[in-house]
Protein backbone atom coordinates (compact mmCIF):
# COMPACT_ATOMS: atom_id res chain seq x y z
CA UNK A 1 0.00 0.00 0.00
CA UNK A 2 2.99 2.41 0.98
CA UNK A 3 4.57 1.89 -2.59
CA UNK A 4 1.54 2.81 -4.49
CA UNK A 5 0.95 6.13 -2.45
CA UNK A 6 4.35 6.87 -3.21
CA UNK A 7 3.77 5.86 -6.66
CA UNK A 8 0.75 7.74 -7.13
CA UNK A 9 2.99 11.00 -5.58
CA UNK A 10 5.84 10.48 -7.46
CA UNK A 11 3.41 10.64 -11.07
CA UNK A 12 1.66 13.53 -9.80
CA UNK A 13 4.57 15.52 -8.57
CA UNK A 14 6.40 15.09 -12.03
CA UNK A 15 3.29 16.99 -14.15
CA UNK A 16 4.01 19.61 -11.73
CA UNK A 17 7.58 20.16 -12.10
CA UNK A 18 7.55 19.94 -15.58
CA UNK A 19 4.97 22.86 -15.75
CA UNK A 20 6.97 24.98 -13.05
CA UNK A 21 10.43 24.33 -15.65
CA UNK A 22 8.16 25.75 -18.49
CA UNK A 23 7.20 28.37 -16.61
CA UNK A 24 10.43 29.38 -15.08
CA UNK A 25 12.48 28.69 -18.23
CA UNK A 26 10.28 31.48 -20.54
CA UNK A 27 7.15 32.56 -21.26
CA UNK A 28 4.20 31.33 -19.03
CA UNK A 29 2.30 28.16 -20.92
CA UNK A 30 -0.88 30.24 -21.27
CA UNK A 31 0.66 32.45 -23.50
CA UNK A 32 2.19 30.94 -25.70
CA UNK A 33 0.84 30.39 -29.16
CA UNK A 34 -1.66 32.04 -31.32
CA UNK A 35 -4.71 30.70 -29.66
CA UNK A 36 -3.82 31.21 -25.50
CA UNK A 37 -3.83 35.13 -26.67
CA UNK A 38 -7.20 35.28 -28.48
CA UNK A 39 -8.59 37.39 -26.16
CA UNK A 40 -5.95 39.91 -25.72
CA UNK A 41 -7.60 42.61 -27.86
CA UNK A 42 -11.00 42.84 -25.43
CA UNK A 43 -9.14 42.98 -22.61
CA UNK A 44 -9.12 46.32 -21.46
CA UNK A 45 -12.00 48.73 -19.45
CA UNK A 46 -14.87 49.49 -21.83
CA UNK A 47 -18.43 51.42 -21.86
CA UNK A 48 -20.70 49.56 -23.96
CA UNK A 49 -23.17 51.16 -26.33
CA UNK A 50 -25.25 50.59 -29.29
CA UNK A 51 -24.11 50.50 -32.80
CA UNK A 52 -24.23 53.97 -33.88
CA UNK A 53 -23.42 54.83 -29.69
CA UNK A 54 -26.17 56.61 -29.12
CA UNK A 55 -27.44 54.24 -26.35
CA UNK A 56 -25.42 52.98 -23.64
CA UNK A 57 -26.11 49.66 -22.36
CA UNK A 58 -23.50 49.52 -19.59
CA UNK A 59 -19.88 49.17 -19.08
CA UNK A 60 -17.47 46.09 -18.75
CA UNK A 61 -13.65 45.38 -17.39
CA UNK A 62 -12.08 42.58 -18.70
CA UNK A 63 -8.90 41.16 -16.91
CA UNK A 64 -6.24 38.73 -17.99
CA UNK A 65 -5.53 36.88 -14.35
CA UNK A 66 -3.03 34.48 -13.70
CA UNK A 67 -0.72 34.68 -16.14
CA UNK A 68 -2.81 34.52 -19.24
CA UNK A 69 -4.55 31.16 -17.89
CA UNK A 70 -7.48 33.02 -17.35
CA UNK A 71 -9.36 36.32 -18.29
CA UNK A 72 -12.59 37.71 -16.15
CA UNK A 73 -15.16 39.64 -17.21
CA UNK A 74 -17.12 42.13 -15.26
CA UNK A 75 -20.25 43.15 -16.93
CA UNK A 76 -22.52 45.86 -14.95
CA UNK A 77 -25.77 46.83 -17.17
CA UNK A 78 -27.02 50.75 -17.43
CA UNK A 79 -29.59 49.63 -15.12
CA UNK A 80 -27.99 47.38 -12.35
CA UNK A 81 -27.65 44.00 -13.62
CA UNK A 82 -24.34 42.29 -13.57
CA UNK A 83 -23.05 39.46 -14.81
CA UNK A 84 -19.24 37.62 -14.74
CA UNK A 85 -17.40 35.20 -17.19
CA UNK A 86 -14.31 33.50 -16.10
CA UNK A 87 -12.71 32.28 -19.59
CA UNK A 88 -10.46 30.13 -18.82
CA UNK A 89 -7.54 28.49 -21.31
CA UNK A 90 -6.46 24.76 -21.25
CA UNK A 91 -3.08 24.91 -22.40
CA UNK A 92 -2.87 20.95 -23.31
CA UNK A 93 -5.81 20.72 -25.03
CA UNK A 94 -5.12 24.50 -26.86
CA UNK A 95 -9.04 25.59 -25.96
CA UNK A 96 -10.91 28.17 -24.15
CA UNK A 97 -14.09 28.30 -22.49
CA UNK A 98 -16.20 30.51 -20.66
CA UNK A 99 -18.16 30.10 -17.74
CA UNK A 100 -20.83 33.14 -17.74
CA UNK A 101 -23.10 33.54 -14.26
CA UNK A 102 -25.62 36.16 -12.89
CA UNK A 103 -26.98 36.71 -9.82
CA UNK A 104 -29.95 34.28 -11.07
CA UNK A 105 -29.30 31.57 -12.36
CA UNK A 106 -32.08 29.59 -12.26
CA UNK A 107 -33.72 32.04 -15.51
CA UNK A 108 -32.73 30.81 -18.89
CA UNK A 109 -29.13 32.26 -19.89
CA UNK A 110 -28.45 33.30 -15.99
CA UNK A 111 -25.76 30.48 -16.06
CA UNK A 112 -23.65 29.70 -19.63
CA UNK A 113 -21.11 27.62 -20.80
CA UNK A 114 -19.32 28.14 -23.96
CA UNK A 115 -16.46 26.77 -25.98
CA UNK A 116 -14.13 28.45 -28.29
CA UNK A 117 -15.84 27.14 -31.76
CA UNK A 118 -14.22 29.53 -34.17
CA UNK A 119 -11.01 32.16 -34.43
CA UNK A 120 -11.46 34.64 -37.90
CA UNK A 121 -8.71 36.16 -39.76
CA UNK A 122 -9.63 39.86 -38.24
CA UNK A 123 -8.39 38.30 -34.81
CA UNK A 124 -12.06 37.61 -34.32
CA UNK A 125 -13.35 34.96 -32.00
CA UNK A 126 -16.50 33.36 -31.40
CA UNK A 127 -17.91 31.06 -28.39
CA UNK A 128 -21.09 29.12 -28.47
CA UNK A 129 -23.03 26.85 -26.11
CA UNK A 130 -26.38 25.86 -24.92
CA UNK A 131 -29.09 26.71 -22.00
CA UNK A 132 -32.42 25.60 -22.06
CA UNK A 133 -35.77 27.77 -22.21
CA UNK A 134 -38.29 27.94 -20.01
CA UNK A 135 -40.08 25.24 -21.46
CA UNK A 136 -37.12 23.07 -21.86
CA UNK A 137 -36.53 23.41 -25.37
CA UNK A 138 -32.21 23.80 -26.11
CA UNK A 139 -31.35 27.26 -27.59
CA UNK A 140 -27.89 27.31 -28.88
CA UNK A 141 -26.12 30.16 -27.70
CA UNK A 142 -23.37 32.18 -29.10
CA UNK A 143 -21.19 35.30 -28.70
CA UNK A 144 -18.92 36.83 -31.61
CA UNK A 145 -16.59 39.20 -30.42
CA UNK A 146 -14.34 41.42 -33.41
CA UNK A 147 -11.68 43.70 -32.32
CA UNK A 148 -12.40 46.47 -34.78
CA UNK A 149 -9.79 49.26 -36.36
CA UNK A 150 -10.26 52.02 -34.20
CA UNK A 151 -9.51 50.11 -30.90
CA UNK A 152 -12.96 49.23 -30.37
CA UNK A 153 -14.73 45.72 -30.16
CA UNK A 154 -17.98 44.38 -31.37
CA UNK A 155 -19.97 42.10 -29.71
CA UNK A 156 -22.99 40.46 -31.61
CA UNK A 157 -24.82 37.55 -29.41
CA UNK A 158 -26.89 35.39 -31.03
CA UNK A 159 -29.39 32.38 -30.29
CA UNK A 160 -31.03 29.39 -32.01
CA UNK A 161 -33.83 27.22 -31.03
CA UNK A 162 -33.55 25.01 -34.53
CA UNK A 163 -30.15 23.45 -33.93
CA UNK A 164 -28.45 26.39 -35.91
CA UNK A 165 -30.75 26.46 -38.60
CA UNK A 166 -31.29 30.03 -38.22
CA UNK A 167 -29.94 32.37 -35.71
CA UNK A 168 -31.51 35.33 -33.83
CA UNK A 169 -29.50 38.68 -32.68
CA UNK A 170 -30.29 39.47 -29.01
CA UNK A 171 -27.65 41.69 -28.45
CA UNK A 172 -25.05 44.00 -31.07
CA UNK A 173 -23.08 46.28 -28.77
CA UNK A 174 -19.78 48.31 -29.83
CA UNK A 175 -17.06 48.47 -26.98
CA UNK A 176 -15.19 51.79 -26.45
CA UNK A 177 -12.63 52.11 -24.27
CA UNK A 178 -12.61 54.06 -21.42
CA UNK A 179 -9.32 56.85 -21.69
Not at 2 to 23: M, S
Not at 130 to 146: F, K, P
Request: glycine residues 10%.
Amino acid sequence: MRIRCLLAVALFALPAATLAQDVEAGEPVCRTGDIAKSLDFWVGEWRVVSRDETTEYGTNRIERVLDGCAVFEHWRSQRGGEGKSLFYFDAHEQEWTQVWVTPDTTRPGGLKVKHLVARFGDGGVRFQGSYSSHEGRMVLDRTTLTPEADGKVRQLIEVSLDGGESWEMTFDATYVPVE
